[in-house]
């Protein structure tokens, strides 16, 4: 599992160890990853050019004193100080006396930047308020041919929520100190972070409020069937979704239920003829069920559908038309439920549910927020789908989606998602569990499916971006790929395609 703490979770970690070297720490890993980038890149650290932005406190500190490292094994490093009356005394003399130059004109720091083989971030980290700073702002968007290293997290990026006012500076690597920041992992912030390389300082913050799952905690939550299981005990899936205008939703929902591990599928709905056509494991008809997915494609049959299933007093995941008549209805539809509920908004049917001057757009550009607000509004566990896909608690608790490529946003993408999640709810996993195991094995079902018979690039698990080698991907391909998900994640050793880039603490 990895973790994800607040700001002010760190500062409180940090107050604990006072007078303990952290920032010593933090210098030499930040310094280690610079070199070995610079080997890999240029060959050797000696004769590199090394920008180093710094800003006004202990990230740009950092930032300088890895600088100086780097001059000390023979880079040729400049810095450029954006707040030059504030800039960390100890860290600019140690790179001055390295030999190190310093600027504070930014039109030599922009020629620097264009030119650098490895430029530092360390304009601002976790003391960052309300976006980049008219200085710094010019950064983010200059051009540049070499890469560039976030210290502790992009500058311009809110380290609690990954929300990005105005301009953010774009990283090839991050690495973070003592834990991770909750925006390094939710978009548009982990957009700008690319890969994070977390470099332990001895912290010891408390539970994290947002985590984010690897290979070894979805193998550990997915369910296995003992010998004593059968096909109620493993799990029926009850599913109303579908209509005649919509029969697509039906299949597909079914479709990532059955490959998704439920012991059955029950499905009540018109297309049920159909749905018996494409797969004859599916039951017809009232009977009993562990859980309910209602909503996708349900169009004419969605009023009827979702009083019917509110009332069950079983787990029930609302998607899709069922979402658009609950916005309609409001939290008070969820009011009287004995059981727990399940909602899988996209970023559309959030802005719906929470109403008022809720969009889309801004529903995306604050992920975290508006899937708790959300979760505490309906009392409900929400999933909230899109570039990061977000699972929040009513009590504020979230998981982020470390999976997935830009190639599952494809019609019938969620229904098969609502079937799956149904699945494991069906199987007993609690709405948490469920969601985020779901989320986890639909994007990196989505992953294999887009690579075809390639093997995944090393250690690219946890990447969401659509890589090159990726093909288009349809929904029923993702839903034929989730028992090799499923065998990917459960494999011994953590899964054969388990992330290698330090990603798994
Ligand atoms: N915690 C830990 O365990 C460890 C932390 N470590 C490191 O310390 C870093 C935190 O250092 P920090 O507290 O000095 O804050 P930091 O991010 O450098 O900002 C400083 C000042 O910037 C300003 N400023 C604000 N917003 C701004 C903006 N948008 N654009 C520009 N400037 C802005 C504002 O000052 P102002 O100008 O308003 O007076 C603010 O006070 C942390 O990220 C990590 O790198 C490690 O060394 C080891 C262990
Ligand atoms: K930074």
Redo the contacts with the bound molecule.
Sequence with gaps: MRHAHTVEQ??A??AE?AGQP??D???AGLAATCARLLRERRGRVYGSRVLVLA????????ALFAGAALARRGAAVSAVL??PE?AHRAALAALRATGGQVTTDQNVGLADFARADLILD????????????P??APYATAPRTGLLVA???P??VD?DTGEVAGAALRADLTVT??THKPGLLIDPGAGHAGPVQLVP?G?RPPAAPVQALQHADLAALLPRPGAESDKYRRGVLGVRAGSERYPGAAQLVVAGALHGGAGAVRYLGRPGAEVVRRHPEVLLGDGRVQAWVVGPGSGEATVEALDATLAAEVPVLVDADGLTELARRGPGALAGRTAPTLLTPHTGEAARLLGGAATAERCAAARLRTARELADRYGATVLLKGSTTVVARPDGTARVNPTGTSWLATAGSGDVLAGLAGALLAAGLDPFDAASAAAYLHGLAGRLAAAGGNRLPFGSVHSTVGDRGEAPVTARQVAAALPAAWRNATAPQGGSQQDAAGLGD
């Design positions: 760190v500062r970690a940090e160890l952290l920032m720490r933090a210098v800003g006004s406190g202990d990230n740009g500190g950092d954006l707040s504030k360390g304009i601002v980290g976790i003391g960052g308020r309300s976006g980049l700073r200085a710094a210290v502790d997290l500058s311009g380290a100190f003592g300082i912290l």
